[in-house]
């Protein structure tokens, strides 16, 4: 039997190699298909820097991204000056003054401090907005401060 590369795999590996049934056999060996390739929903990212500031939190977007079977994806960042508990009930997503669907929330932590800011994503579906309309995210607390996003076709 020969490998890849033409090297011998009965002495490279020291066992010889027999195609049989799997009752019989002492090693079953699965071979993966090259040609079939695994379908992977490929991101496509796109820098996107804006920020908006609520009562000393600072919201931050890093990056916009679409997949191919239709999310939306929004990279941001929240910090703050001093400790802060981030409460995932504040972030609101709306388009033409109406609000529009999350479908995920992806925080690294709920604290929030100085030396230590929060990550996340948010995840859209492309069917809940309108890809003519810009976005806003909105930090609704006490007062409420938003950041505008770009109309979704201009995502790519």
């Known amino acids: 039997m020969t490998g ?5 795999l009965v002495g490279r590996l ?9 009752p019989a056999a002492d090693y079953v060996v699965y071979l993966q ?3 079939e390739k ?4 490929r991101i496509s990212w796109k820098s996107y820097r804006s920020q908006l500031k609520n009562d000393g939190l600072t ?6 991204a ?19 508990k981030l409460n995932p009930e504040w972030i609101w997503l709306t388009q033409n003054r109406n609000t529009r ?25 492309r069917n809940d ?17 938003f950041l505008s996003l770009p109309k979704v076709n201009a995502w790519k």
């Open 101 to 125: 669907p999350i479908h995920g929330l992806m925080l690294s932590s709920q604290e929030v401090d100085a030396r230590k800011p929060i990550s996340g994503v948010m995840q859209i579906l």
């Open 129 to 145: 907005v309108s890809e003519t309309d810009p976005l806003r995210i909105e930090l609704r607390r006490k007062r409420s401060s």
């Open 14 to 22: 020291g066992q010889n190699f027999a195609t049989g049934g799997e």
């Open 4 to 8: 890849r590369n033409g090297t011998d």
């Open 66 to 84: 679409t997949t191919k079977d239709g999310v939306l994806l929004v990279e941001f960042q929240v910090a703050s000056g001093s400790r802060q």
């Open 38 to 41: 695994q379908k992977s929903a």
């Open 59 to 64: 919201l931050a977007t890093t990056r916009l």
């Open 33 to 35: 298909n090259p040609r």
